[in-house]
């Protein structure tokens, strides 16, 4: 009894603190320690080309890109988690790549070796753009000019991957697949983040009233700067491309049933939930259902 009320007196003592730590946070959140490759393709086998894809604003730097060559006409672009890197998404890569899909994995911004941006606003755009500017690449591209093409994102990077269909004919793409994510609500996500113990957070403001106004500021910051408009209206793109939604049953980060509410919203959504399955881990849990669930829906939507 006596260390749980020293435990609750230090919580409240450091209270105003909460807030300004929360607010660091969800600045943390969007830009994360860099991890190295823990793999490359060559380490499954797969030939790769190293690539730099410029982004506007960044003279010469920009998104550092694993092409991996098979067929021109069918490419799927990978991104990845938060936090990681595009070696996160190569187990995804290498299946694909068997299957014969022409694979390109990219680092998202402030990850892996692609580009560092210190902004703070607007990240919803700024992630988005990223994913758009690897599909306008391989369209730029004689080979790939013709391809039909998939973008396939990850957890909480699941949410741009989808939200560039609202770039439209601007940017378009034959079909959408997300692992992990995205869902209807937004604040949940980044509560579920903070709590899940995945950021570094002092051992005074882990309890109490410190850590509940702590997850409360970071996650409502975290949402105020993505400047986003959630969920995008069923229109236009989100109206005439396939979707496939896998969410995990066991998935504390982003439950499943965010993530249904999220896809009854859409006409060409398909949802598939894996059995005792934790955040983005399907592709071990249950591989060989994750492996029929992913080419069978790619099979149907990148064939002529």
Known sequence: MATGFLTKAVSTATLPVAPLYGAFLSYFIYHPPRKRHHKTPADLGIDSTDVTVPLDGFKGRGLHVWLCPADPQRVVVLGHGLGLSKSASLAQAKLLHQAGYTV??????????????????????????????????????????????????????????????????????????????????????????????????????????????????????????????????????????????????????????????????????????????PHIQGIKTQPDLYADTVLGFLDRTLKD
Do not use: K
Not at 224 to 237: F, H, I, K, N, S
């Open 104 to 277: 390109a994995l990219f680092d998202h911004r402030n990850h892996g070796r692609s580009v560092a941006d210190r902004a703070c606003w607007g990240m919803s755009d700024r992630h988005t753009d990223d994913v758009v500017a690897v599909v306008r690449y391989l369209r730029s591209l004689d080979e790939y000019a013709a391809a039909r093409i998939a973008v396939y994102g990850f957890s909480i990077s699941a949410f741009p991957s989808f939200y560039m269909l609202r770039r439209g004919e601007d940017c378009p793409v034959d079909a959408l697949v997300c692992d992990s994510g995205p869902a209807l609500e937004l604040a949940p996500l980044f509560r579920n983040f903070v709590a899940s113990g995945g950021l570094p957070v002092p051992g005074p403001l882990r309890s109490g009233p410190s850590r509940t106004v702590l997850e409360a500021v970071a996650s409502s910051a975290a949402v105020a700067m993505l400047r986003v408009q959630w969920p995008p209206a069923a229109e236009g793109a989100y109206e005439r491309t396939p979707m496939l939604f896998l969410a995990g049953e066991r998935d504390s980060m982003i439950p499943a049933a965010g993530v249904h509410a999220l896809g009854e919203r859409y006409p060409l959504a398909e949802v598939h939930t894996l059995p005792d399955t």
